[in-house]
């Protein structure tokens, strides 16, 4: 698959930060009212990345790994 899903628990303004594993941020998104949104991981270097979701004052961090 070349997208990841990410799916919530309810709908809101969401921010979302992907990092690779040196801390660099690579992405930042901002979705509007949602409860799911999709990235396109297809131009990414196969590795482990860090996505960092944050609604209000919650924070959620979560680790990928894209491969080929």
Not at 2 to 12: P, Q
Not at 48 to 61: A, R, S
Request: glycine share 6%; aromatic share 10%.
């Amino acid at each position: 698959t070349t997208s990841i899903t990410l799916d919530f628990s309810k709908t809101a303004d969401y921010d979302i930060n992907v990092f690779n594993v040196l801390g660099q941020m690579k992405q930042s998104f901002q979705t509007g009212q949602t409860n799911a949104y999709q990235i396109d991981v297809a131009n990414w270097i196969p590795g482990d990345y860090i996505i960092q979701i944050i609604q209000g004052n919650e924070l959620i961090t979560k680790r990928i790994v894209v491969t080929r």
